[in-house]
């Protein structure tokens, strides 16, 4: 990966093209960099007031999630002082919005019947049907509707009876013809009952085609590929973000989906003696999710650049993206190893407000380390070369 030096020596003086425009912008982080604990970080309002102001692209990128895009970034415009839409904001599962119609790997899923876990109550099941997925069941559907599946359901049954619904399909193992098939499992947000969502999943990925209370003939066959593991038809299981740890407002940080996804790994693992997991996992610092986040910040800025004197007309190229986060193996690590097709470079900026501990090494080494997002967007100009103030 090129140097900061020697990228800025390639860009000298970029931060305008010929035409007056901003050929840089933007991408944000939340928790730890914009928020602690749903409180904004001093500085975070007046930075990002500053870039709407003067007209300078940005988008959030983040790997929470549990609420669907149009309600969060209405709750983050009013605690940040700035407004915000959808055009410029993409949190974890966002990108799942696309196989609803299905991608170059994923047969459309939009009519087939998927698992839906994590988040609060049943949010992840309404921002689900939201992007369009038809049939959506929680593990609290399951749970409700067949109590045996799990020895401990008493101790949560009061929290899911207010967010269930009845299943699509009865779970009848005896004829599975009839019984209920799902056909994806997506961890959309941290799961809050790890031993449920972890126990149902297990079943699932043990299953023959998916059908809920079935075991497939085929496990730990030797004959067959992986020892006969996932070889049956099982669905297709997707999480949205791997952060082991996230920054709340525990003086330590928590953790998040990737602990749940660790301790899923251990089970399968003892349960198949070390047998391959076909997983998908987006989020930072996956290249897919930054594919996805520089297509929408493309777009967001076009809209922005293209209409700054209610004209239309083409803008030029994006040269340089400023990742600013606060966790060294998401944000830093995903900006570091992202090599867009569209030729624009990724610098990344790690801020100490958030999950990065001052006095450690970062694991993934950032091109800077600054105080806050305030100082962030400060360094960033003057990179640029920009000549506006900012106080």
Same mark, same amino acid.
């Given at each position: #990966? !090129?140097?900061?030096?020697?990228? &800025? #020596? ?13 050929? +840089?912008?933007?991408?944000?982080? /939340? ?5 602690? %604990? ?43 002082? =700035? ?7 993409? @949190? *974890? ?9 299905? *991608? ?39 749970? #409700?509707?067949? !109590?045996?599946?799990?020895? +401990? ?33 997506? =961890? ?9 969502? *972890? ?28 020892? $006969? ?8 299981? +997707?999480?949205?973000? !791997? ?9 330590? !940080? ?10 899923? @790994?251990? =089970? ?9 997991? %076909?997983?998908?996992? /987006? ?26 004197? &209610? #004209? ?17 193996? *998401?944000?830093?690590? $995903? ?7 569209? $030729? ?12 990065? &501990? ?15 997002? +305030? ?17």
């Amino acid at each position: #990966m !090129p140097t900061l030096k020697s990228r &800025r #020596m390639s860009n000298a003086g970029a931060g305008l093209a010929a035409d007056g425009m901003p050929s +840089f912008a933007f991408a944000f982080d /939340i928790d730890g960099v914009l928020l602690r %604990s749903s409180q904004p970080i001093p500085g975070a309002p007046e930075a990002l007031e500053y870039l709407h102001d003067n007209n300078i692209p940005f988008i959030l990128l983040t790997n929470g999630g549990g609420k669907h895009e149009s309600a969060r970034v209405a709750e983050l415009s009013k605690k940040l002082g =700035v407004p915000l839409t959808e055009e410029n904001f993409v @949190q *974890s599962h966002t990108p799942f919005k696309q196989l609803v119609e299905g *991608s170059d790997t994923v047969d459309a899923l939009e009519d087939k019947t998927i698992l839906v876990t994590g988040g609060d109550g049943d949010k992840c099941r309404r921002v689900a049907e939201q992007y369009g997925f038809k049939n959506v069941v929680t593990p609290g559907d399951i749970l #409700m509707a067949y !109590p045996s599946i799990w020895p +401990f359901n008493q101790i949560f049954s009061d929290y899911y009876q207010n967010n269930t619904r009845p299943l699509p399909k009865p779970v009848d193992f005896r004829n599975p013809d009839k019984s209920l098939k799902i056909d994806a499992v997506f =961890v959309f947000n941290d799961p809050r009952d790890w031993a449920l969502d *972890s126990q149902i999943i297990l079943d699932l990925l043990l299953s023959k085609d998916g059908v809920l209370g079935t075991y497939s003939d085929k496990n730990g066959d030797s004959s067959l590929p992986n020892n $006969g593991w996932l070889q049956d038809g099982q669905p297709m299981l +997707f999480f949205s973000n !791997p952060d082991l740890f996230w920054a709340t407002d525990h003086h330590l !940080p928590r953790l998040g989906q990737g602990g749940f996804q660790a301790s899923l @790994q251990g =089970v399968w693992d003892a349960t198949t003696k070390g047998a391959a997991l %076909s997983k998908t996992i /987006i989020g930072k610092p996956h290249a897919a999710t930054y594919k996805y986040a520089e297509n929408v910040l493309q777009k967001h800025r076009a809209d922005l650049l293209g209409g700054v004197d &209610r #004209m239309k007309r083409d803008v030029t190229k994006l040269d340089r993206v400023f990742m600013v986060g606060d966790n060294p193996e *998401s944000d830093i690590r $995903g900006a570091n190893e992202y090599e867009s097709t569209d $030729g624009t470079e990724w610098t990344s900026v790690l801020v100490k407000t958030g999950v990065f &501990r001052e006095g450690t090494e970062p694991a993934y080494k950032p091109d800077v380390i600054v105080k806050d997002v +305030f100082d962030a967007v400060k360094w960033a100009l003057k990179q640029e070369g920009w000549k506006r103030h900012i106080d």
